[in-house]
């Protein structure tokens, strides 16, 4: 299946048959994906009485209860009210879930032993096209970030003048690989969170940051159609399922 669209003044197509799913897997157990001392993803039946929710251990089908920390256990879309007093819900501030998007691929920069995203090492790739979102995929790539805990590792972020950059290239939702935009230990500064949503100022609802995706290395740089998809939580957060498609030109 294909649609069609319009982008900056140019009939463009993607084939929805070709989806590019940049999502972590959830997980049960250890060897997955995780953060910020978050307990792991886990999932047990429901009990009532003779009725067993498994069928591994001799019920008539699978009733689960799931339980996870969506911030820390994979893949995830946060609003503004990750940061925010006042309530926010991921559910009620992402109306949209179709949007261009560019991938870029950044080597962060070293600075007083932390690994930083820094305002050149984006402008050296990444000038503007028009794109709503942007995918940052920070280098070297490998698939280890489908499995690596982060927790206490000071793993790399993004500085908030970056950030404000973005946003002046009209950056909606942000996408990327890493556990937070923001220093692992800052001391509650939450520099970047704060920087992208104009919070506590003037608060921009509409925005959303997506964290722990992982691009495949064979994922060309470049602007593609991303649909964010996530369940209807009216909570800071879901977890989230974010696929690229190729755009070509009609």
């Not at 926010?88 to 950044?106: D, Q």
């Not at 937070?180 to 939450?190: I, P, T």
Request: charged share 25%; glycine share 8%; with cysteine.
């Amino acid at each position: 299946m294909k649609i069609f669209f319009e982008h900056q003044g140019k009939n463009k197509s993607a084939d929805l048959s070709r989806p590019i799913d940049i999502s972590i897997p959830l997980e049960e157990g250890e060897g997955t994906v995780n953060c910020f001392y978050a307990p792991l993803m886990e999932t047990f039946p429901v009990v009532a009485g003779d009725f067993v929710g498994s069928t591994a251990q001799g019920g008539p089908l699978n009733f689960l209860n799931v339980r996870l920390n969506p911030h820390g256990n994979g893949t995830h879309t946060e609003c503004v009210g990750h940061i925010a007093k006042e309530k926010y819900t991921i559910n009620k501030c992402l109306t949209k879930f179709w949007f261009t998007a560019e991938v870029i691929s950044v080597f962060p920069e070293r600075m007083e032993g932390d690994k930083v995203i820094t305002l050149d090492r984006i402008k050296d790739v990444f000038e503007g096209n028009g794109a709503e979102a942007i995918i940052i995929r920070t280098l070297p790539n490998d698939d280890l970030k489908l499995k690596t805990d982060y927790s206490g590792s000071n793993p790399t972020y993004v500085s908030p003048d970056a950030i404000q950059y973005l946003l002046n290239q009209g950056i909606e939702h942000l996408l990327i690989d890493l556990p937070s935009v923001d220093r692992e230990e800052d001391g509650g500064a939450l520099a970047s969170h704060k920087a992208f949503w104009n919070y506590p100022e003037k608060p921009q609802s509409h925005r959303t940051i997506t964290e722990l995706v992982y691009v495949p290395t064979a994922i060309k740089d470049g602007t593609y159609l991303l649909n964010i998809q996530i369940a209807s939580f009216e909570i800071d957060v879901s977890p989230s399922k974010p696929v690229l498609y190729r755009i070509h030109e009609d």
